[in-house]
């Protein structure tokens, strides 16, 4: 904080009787983090601080200060108390939302908490506008507001502000967790600067003629106003529409069109709910059974010819989507799935162009879906599955038990080179989730399956490896080879902190190196090439690291 020259010259009994007096404003809490404050037991470990700063013209008396625990205040940085406050609220939505197995925060879990989404909008059409009412927000007030038709797409809508208690999240439409702009958001908003553009809803009625008004774009903005106070919020609302239509403008907004930024296992994620969307169709169309699915990938695609490049990108997103929601996938507690935050070793991209990139089957398949599935030996069936046992057994060995997340990677190769001690486990799985090294290692994987093969004179396709189940000597093959790669000491030595781990390396670098054991530039890293069949040999597990 700002020197304030008020408490400069407070003694100790005044600023005591100063704590107490906040104390009792905040109803005995942090005004932070909300978690209670004890005199006692806190004794020394509490700031005074300017709620707004003196650099924004804040007062340098007491109604303008608050008492916090010294950690909350130190690690809130540069922000005003204001802001702190709102993000460590969201910082505990994140948290509850990732304890019950979800990736982050959305617009539901920020409604939830502040008394929204309960309420359902029941709508009255006329000639040319909409009636409704908000009775159970307290204002019984009849609303007349006007419809407007799209030109182009014939869609309806109507603009208007609606309280929070009958807005809901749309997590088909939108699925993205809420990421660090947030607080970007949170500053422009109580610096009084005007939301821009307004959120898009959409309604339709349920069985008793009511129904929610869903939001599905402006998250973030309807978000950080709520955590501000804001009890209504602007929309456009939909009226009745196809949501598909909507689905397919949304994911298009986030991808080709680049509209809006998507993380890509976002953009997977809604692909995934674009094939499903189309394979009703298909069924629709066909007059087949919701059960009937006696059609091939390769049907969908020439049935739906003028998206075929969508179409075939639709399949291979809904097999990513399902191994990336698997709850027997291990690696997935070590992914970073939106942002660029060192909390966890890997990013979700790093994931695409290892394990997606090495062994997911790219194009359509031929054989029906629903082919082998009652005999376990459906294609994608066995890859999705043999996938998430493939990655677990990665994070089994690199990560779990290794990883400490409050310890994370940020600047963790400076810290090393400055001398300070961090834990072999820790290290190793850090440098071993850069993608340059695992986009590596995951075609050696993929070396060790086709040697098996080929020794086992067995002829598989190539690019469809996991397409077949993989036998239990091969699995051990595979464990070998990833614990064996473990125990390379170039992962735990901070000698090479500066040279090979601190500068941002490409594919090809490792490449190299695993092929030659050195550097491009001549640096020895290991102490010889990777010897495959010296690899797979059984060892016992590497010191420091569950087996």
Request: hydrophobic share 35%; net charge neutral; aromatic share 8%.
């Amino acid at each position: 904080m700002a020197q304030s020259k008020y408490l400069g010259t407070l003694d100790a009994e005044q600023r005591t009787k100063l704590e107490q007096k906040l104390l009792t404003r905040q109803t005995g809490r942090c005004f932070i983090c909300d978690d209670p404050i004890d005199l006692i037991l806190h004794k020394g470990q509490l700031d005074i601080d300017h709620i707004d700063p003196l650099a924004e013209d804040g007062l340098d008396a007491e109604n303008n200060f608050a008492l916090t625990h010294a950690s909350c205040n130190r690690s809130k940085g540069a922000a005003n108390l204001e802001i702190a406050r709102r993000l460590a609220e969201f910082e505990r939505l994140q948290t509850q939302a990732q304890e019950s197995g979800k990736r982050g925060a959305n617009l539901g879990d920020v409604l939830s908490r502040h008394n929204g989404g309960k309420s359902l909008l029941r709508i009255r059409r006329e000639a040319g506008h909409v009636e409704f009412s908000v009775a159970e927000a307290g204002d019984n007030a009849i609303r007349k507001v006007p419809i407007y038709q799209d030109k182009l797409s014939g869609m309806e809508s109507f603009f208007t502000a609606l309280p929070l208690e009958y807005l809901h999240h749309d997590d088909r439409i939108n699925p993205r967790s809420i990421g660090a702009n947030i607080r970007g958001l949170i500053e422009e908003f109580l610096q009084k600067r005007p939301q821009l553009h307004v959120g898009l809803a959409w309604w339709a009625p349920e069985n008793d003629g009511a129904g929610p008004v869903k939001v599905f774009d402006g998250q973030h903005k309807a978000a950080a106003q709520i955590l501000l106070g804001t009890r209504n919020l602007p929309v456009r609302v939909f009226l009745e529409p196809d949501v598909n239509v909507l689905l397919q403008a949304n994911t298009n907004a986030g991808g080709k069109l680049r509209q809006v930024a998507f993380d890509t296992a976002v953009m997977r994620h809604l692909g995934s709910s674009l094939y499903v969307e189309r394979v009703k169709r298909y069924q629709s169309m066909r007059g087949l059974a919701e059960n009937d699915y006696s059609f091939s990938e390769q049907d969908l695609v020439r049935f739906f010819r003028g998206e075929r490049r969508e179409m075939e990108r639709y399949i291979v997103d809904a097999q990513r989507d399902a191994i990336t929601h698997d709850q027997e996938n291990a690696l997935l507690e070590f992914v970073e799935w939106a942002g660029k935050s060192a909390d966890r070793p890997l990013s979700y991209n790093t994931v695409e162009r290892s394990f997606f990139r090495e062994f997911l089957y790219k194009k359509a398949l031929d054989t029906p879906i629903d082919a082998g599935m009652e005999e376990g030996t459906n294609p994608r069936q066995l890859e999705r599955e043999q996938m998430v046992r493939l990655m677990s057994l990665f994070a089994a060995t690199f990560f779990v038990g290794n990883w400490d997340p409050e310890l994370g990677g940020r600047r963790l190769e400076s810290q090393v080179q400055g001398g300070e001690k961090i834990a072999e486990p820790h290290l190793r799985a850090w440098r071993i989730a850069r993608e340059e090294v695992l986009s590596n290692v995951t075609r050696w994987i993929r070396l060790v399956i086709a040697n098996f093969y080929a020794y086992t004179g067995k002829v598989i396709h190539e690019d469809r490896q996991l397409h077949s189940r993989l036998p239990d000597e091969l699995w051990d093959r595979l464990q070998n080879f990833i614990e064996s790669l473990s125990r390379l000491p170039c992962w735990i030595d901070r000698n090479l902190s500066s040279t090979v781990f601190g500068p941002k390396q490409n594919s090809e670098y490792w490449e190299k190196v695993f092929q030659t054991g050195k550097a491009p530039s001549g640096i020895q890293i290991l102490a010889a090439p990777l010897d495959l069949n010296e690899m797979i040999r059984s060892r016992t597990p590497v010191a420091g690291k569950k087996s």
